[in-house]
């Protein structure tokens, strides 16, 4: 038997971008967030470096050592992703691994070659920060962080 499938539609309609706004949350947040990382991934290119592996660089840079399970939490990536990203990051020199104290455990940090990426790559994506925060105004761009932040904790308890 077939259900009819309910889509709210009172809201639906085409943005600024000629995108159609999105009825769900899950849907909207996964599609900005695409945009966003390859807006971020044009800009870090010249460099070399993706905007997944910049922010693996920008966590370890403030966390120091973390283990590979906390780093996945922090960045609420699943494991076979992060253990892919840490691979490539790995061979390029970028991150240092160390077996903790459990054998299980690996604990990472920035390697120096990672720390000089980072730096290379921090104005790029300085630029691209204040272009957004520029063009969506202080406080929307204040606004956005905190219900992102907020989001975040929500979903992941």
């Keep these: 038997m077939n259900r009819p499938i309910h889509v709210y ?3 639906f309609s085409m943005s600024n971008a000629n995108l159609p706004v999105l009825p769900c949350l899950c849907a909207s947040f996964r599609r900005a967030s695409r945009t966003v990382t390859q807006h971020y991934d044009e800009a870090l290119r010249p460099l070399g470096i ?17 283990s590979q399970g906390k780093l996945g939490q922090i960045l609420a ?13 790995s061979r390029r020199g970028w991150i240092s691994k ?8 690996w604990r990472l940090r920035l390697a120096p070659a990672g720390r000089d ?4 790559a ?6 691209t920060q204040g272009q957004l925060a ?7 761009w204040q606004d956005l962080f905190e219900l992102v932040n907020k989001v975040a904790a929500l979903t992941s308890e």
């Design 117 to 120: 990426q980072f730096e290379r």
């Design 77 to 89: 990536i699943d494991s076979t992703t992060l253990t892919r990203t840490l691979g490539i990051m």
């Design 122 to 127: 921090l104005p790029s994506w300085e630029k």
């Design 9 to 11: 539609t009172s809201n």
């Design 98 to 105: 160390r077996r903790g104290t459990d054998r299980r455990e």
């Design 50 to 66: 993706r905007a997944t592996q910049f922010t693996v660089l920008q966590a370890l840079s403030i966390t120091g050592e973390v």
């Design 134 to 140: 520029s063009q969506l105004g202080d406080k929307r």
